[in-house]
């Protein structure tokens, strides 16, 4: 159905896309991977029209519907057969209401009424945001802006749905819910989808084909279980199958499971000669270890915390501690108020009673300045910190602010390297961005770090990097609390885990203990292995010892 044929695509003094072929099958889900900032939204961009469009660059080659060449054809003229949905869904919203946005597409289209209102009532069902319907757009968390954003482009019945990072900003329930309605529109509609997206072991095992973009240029293609053998990029459930010798490697829990018998042997002697694995770089407690985060030694205190949004009560009586040395996780569903605890623990946000105290301070009630001297926060937006023209600007800022010479750069090289200094923040992938926001942030090494989704966009060696660095922090005495959904970062990096439910602290506790609770959070090696294994680390590392031993 859709061909891409020689396709080159360069920004001057780089070449992105170096001569791709790529034919993607009518009712055929391909997968696009690479390291942040390959080019996978590039390459997104040229098959729905917006690069070069609106990206500036050359491109050459050709994209072909049916047969037929459009890569001249604009990307307004492809959305009734190819619809896109990008990385930041609340930049391309054009309306107020849920519903408006659903409809607006169709509206572009000239549908008739009928056929628009009976869309938009199965794609509200269908996503299940139908009790989202009058909400404002800007009232949404970040994952149900996600759904609204898919549901907008589903409602115009393209033939094929360009998706890029879909499930990045959804809780793990969420993003299993949006990937079963698309494989179902796959395989009952026949609708072709090309997603890109850096948590592979999400869709890896709805795909029919992956496409690993290398930082050549080039592309591999073929099935995920050939392309995974020595992809740079993969998932827990591949890393587990590489160190334990499997052939093919597992794309399932349930595969991995069957397969697992002799190696949880294997593990199981190392517990038997009193070897307790660990996290790479952490210490994580068990169930029975009591909790550090005591108030005597804590740097910041949450009381009884009530924040509302208007009449909206988003938090109810939230209590929380953290202390230095430690990684918290802050965990719970979309819309479960995690980023609203965040702003009123940095002051930012009021408080309609309760208490916050940060080194004995109300952050509410200090000036701006004084804030980020107490604590650092990297938003969901991570572009809401970046306002200079160049990379080199943003860090020498950073680093004059911090009176830390090169440290940004550092930073920032371990997180995703390759970046030119000279490149403007907008021209950056999402990943790319995050990265550079998450630098600007940790230069100063404030004593509290607070992160809003730190992993969205960024790659596997990227979140490794990022957890070795906040255990580096951690180890300095500062206190680090992260909200996300990525169950498999919390794993390598968090101490503990705090889940929300309906502005609710429904779990807290040791990491171990509160993932096996649900799961929705468990990481995949620990659904395969069970107890006390969380990460491939720590099964490679146990692997190792019985190896000497024997």
């Known amino acids: 159905m859709i061909e891409l044929r020689s396709l080159r695509f360069s920004y001057p003094g780089r070449e992105v896309l170096a001569g791709i072929d790529l034919d993607i099958e009518e009712g055929e889900l391909v997968l696009l991977a690479g390291s942040t900032g390959v080019g996978k939204s590039t390459l997104l961009g040229v098959v729905s029209g917006l690069v070069p469009e609106y990206t500036g660059g050359t491109l050459s080659g050709d994209v072909l519907l049916d047969g037929v060449s459009i890569i001249e054809r604009p990307a307004r003229e492809r959305a009734a057969d190819i619809g896109y949905v990008g990385q930041n869904p609340a930049a391309w919203f054009v309306t107020d209401t849920v519903e408006e946005e659903v409809a607006y597409g169709m509206e572009q289209l000239g549908l008739p009424a009928a056929t628009m209102r009976r869309r938009v009532e199965e794609t509200l069902d269908l996503l299940g945001i139908a009790d989202l319907r009058h909400r404002d757009l800007r009232t949404l968390s970040g994952g149900e802006q996600q759904r609204v954003a898919i549901g907008s482009v589903l409602t115009m019945h393209p033939r094929l749905l360009v998706l890029d990072e879909p499930t990045s900003a959804l809780d793990p329930t969420a993003a299993e819910d949006v990937l079963a309605t698309v494989t179902r529109l796959v395989h009952d509609l026949g609708l072709s989808v090309l997603v890109a997206e850096h948590r592979l072991e999400r869709v890896v095992p709805f795909a029919d084909r992956m496409v690993l973009l290398r930082p050549d240029g080039t592309v591999d293609v073929d099935v995920p279980q050939v392309v995974l053998l020595d992809s740079p990029v993969a998932p ?18 349930r595969d991995a499971r069957r397969r697992a018998r002799e190696l949880s ?33 804590a740097v910041l205190t949450a009381r009884d915390l009530v924040v509302a949004h208007g009449r909206t009560p988003v938090l109810r009586g ?6 230095p040395g430690r990684v918290t996780a802050l965990m719970g569903r979309n819309g479960s108020g995690k980023s609203t605890l965040l702003w009123a623990l940095q002051g930012r946000l009021g408080r309609v009673s309760g208490r916050v105290r940060v080194n004995g301070a109300d952050p509410h009630a200090l000036s701006r300045a004084e804030r980020r001297r107490h604590t ?7 572009a809401d910190l970046l306002y200079l023209e160049t990379v080199g600007e943003e860090c020498a800022d950073a680093d004059a602010d911090a009176g830390a010479p090169g440290r940004c750069r550092e930073i920032l090289d371990r997180l995703a390297p390759g970046i030119d200094d000279r490149t403007h923040p907008r021209d950056l992938s999402e990943g790319q961005r995050l990265a550079l926001a998450v630098a600007v942030v940790l230069v100063s090494r404030p004593p509290v770090l607070l992160l809003d989704e730190p992993t969205r966009g960024l790659d596997y060696p990227g979140k490794r990097a990022l957890a ?10 500062h206190a680090v609390l992260v909200a ?11 101490d503990q885990v705090v889940v929300l439910a309906d502005g609710e602290v429904v779990s807290d506790g040791p990491t171990l203990q509160v993932v096996v ?31 000497s031993a024997g």
């Open 517 to 547: 609770e649900s799961p929705s959070f468990a990481p995949q090696v620990h659904k395969v292995l069970g107890s006390p294994w969380l990460q491939v680390g720590q099964v490679t590392a146990a692997l190792a010892t019985v190896g």
């Open 484 to 494: 996300t959904h990525d169950v498999e970062f919390v794993a390598q990096v968090a």
């Open 376 to 382: 650092g926060m990297v938003p969901q937006t991570a």
């Open 236 to 253: 827990p459930l591949v890393e587990l199958g590489r160190a334990a010798g499997w052939s093919p490697l597992p794309l399932t829990v």
């Open 468 to 477: 070795e660095m906040l255990r580096s922090l951690c180890d300095e005495g």
């Open 265 to 297: 042997a294997r593990l199981a002697e190392t517990l038997g000669e009193g070897t307790a694995p660990v996290p790479v770089g952490a210490e994580t407690p068990d169930a029975e270890t009591p909790d550090a985060a005591t108030p005597d030694g």
């Open 318 to 323: 939230v209590d929380l501690t953290l202390a």
